[in-house]
């Protein structure tokens, strides 16, 4: 009964989540306000962790299994890759090294000043 | 045979059978780098091919799958509530890093796609592949861009963030753990964070963090693009 009380909480959320983007006409997707509306719940203690905690678990440890059939829809649209294998991968590759530069350096720098800062205080 | 795959058990019996088999099979030989959900849709493509099932027949129970999206973006809410403390504690340089790593995302895949001649359809689903899925496929509905090639590109740069980090991380003399944690989330998300898990309780932290906060950023950009007119 949990699971289903779980689920029930969570896909009310996701409705919500799409009435408020809906008719509001928020550019925000409705899933995306639905998590937004979940995280203010939680924070405001509206809603308490264990309320959702087992189904929402289930769900961020399984989260792959959703994707299946989104990932099988390649088929259907590989003709827009078709002799850009490799370009498309080198574009993925180069980028998420400058991703994960970027925010590396950037994160160590605004640490490095924070601490440089606190530094002066003492 | 027509009878059997032109049916809603078909697709979800497939995609249940196989997915349970090879998160098995992934636990069972300790390979962490096995990825369930690719090799799942490598299979089944492979399946409807071999076998000449049409897709559409898949998409029957697939479409089912498919529609709990919705629950599984709302529930991404947790892992960020569950961090809040982590978050107030280091706003500004999460705040820092995150938007350098967004920008860079958005502007190198805009720049290089560019460099190298994709066609647009191939850029705009190249844009969110630093995302968790979820709101990956989001952003890409948001680009009009194609679900299925944003798909495979959020799992190969996990799959990409996850190999270099060591190295990459090593190369750039990072030492601080929040930094390591916060850039493994924002460039590779959940598969990426397979390998900060590896490094840390911070790390792991922080790059479970990034994820959902990095995502929300990339939603929020992409909304003032458009509603700039800029893309």
Redesign the interface.
């Given at each position: 009964m949990k699971i289903f009380k779980q689920?029930f909480i969570?896909?009310s959320?996701?409705l919500a989540?799409?009435l408020i983007s809906r008719y509001l006409h928020l550019?925000?997707?409705?899933?995306?306000t639905?998590?937004?509306?979940?995280?203010v719940l939680?924070?405001t203690g509206v809603l308490k962790?264990r309320q959702?905690?087992d189904?929402?678990?289930f769900?961020?440890q399984?989260?792959?299994?959703?994707?299946?059939?989104?990932?099988?829809?390649?088929?259907?649209?590989?003709q827009?890759?078709k002799g850009?294998y490799l370009?498309?991968?080198?574009?993925?590759?180069?980028?998420?090294?400058?991703?994960?530069?970027?925010?590396?350096?950037?994160?160590?720098?605004?640490?490095n000043l924070?601490e440089k800062k606190n530094g002066k205080h003492n | 045979m027509e009878n059997i795959t032109n049916t809603h058990l078909f697709g979800i019996l497939l995609t249940v059978g196989l997915f349970y088999l090879i998160t098995l099979a992934k636990h069972r030989s300790r390979q962490n780098w096995l990825n369930p959900l690719l090799l799942s849709v490598i299979i089944i493509i492979c399946i409807l091919i071999l076998a000449d099932i049409p897709y559409e027949h898949y998409m029957e129970g697939g479409s089912v799958i498919h529609s709990f999206l919705g629950p599984v973006t709302v529930v991404l809410a947790l892992p960020l509530y569950r961090q809040r403390k982590l978050l107030a504690l280091h706003k500004y340089s999460i705040m820092g890093g995150i938007i350098a790593g967004v920008a860079s995302a958005i502007l190198s895949v805009i720049g290089l796609s560019r460099i190298f001649g994709l066609n647009e359809m191939l850029e705009r689903s190249l844009v969110p592949h630093s995302v968790t899925t979820p709101i990956g496929i989001s952003v890409s509905n948001m680009l009009k861009a194609t679900q299925g090639i944003t798909i495979i590109s959020i799992i190969i740069t996990g799959i990409i963030g996850a190999s270099i980090a060591p190295l990459l991380l090593k190369f750039l003399r990072i030492k601080h753990p929040v930094a390591k944690g916060l850039s493994i989330g924002a460039s590779s998300h959940a598969v990426g964070t397979t390998k900060a898990i590896e490094m840390g309780e911070t790390e792991a932290a922080m790059s479970s963090l990034a994820i959902g906060v990095a995502a929300l950023t990339t939603v929020l950009v992409v909304i003032i693009m458009q509603v700039m007119g800029w893309y």
């Open positions: 689920l969570i896909l959320i996701n989540g799409d550019p925000l997707p409705g899933p995306i639905g998590m937004l509306l979940l995280l939680l924070l962790e959702i905690r189904t929402a678990d769900m961020l399984n989260m792959g299994f959703f994707f299946i059939p989104a990932g099988v829809s390649v088929m259907i649209s590989y827009a890759l850009f370009e498309s991968f080198l574009v993925v590759l180069i980028s998420t090294i400058l991703v994960m530069s970027a925010t590396a350096l950037t994160t160590q720098l605004f640490i924070n | -």
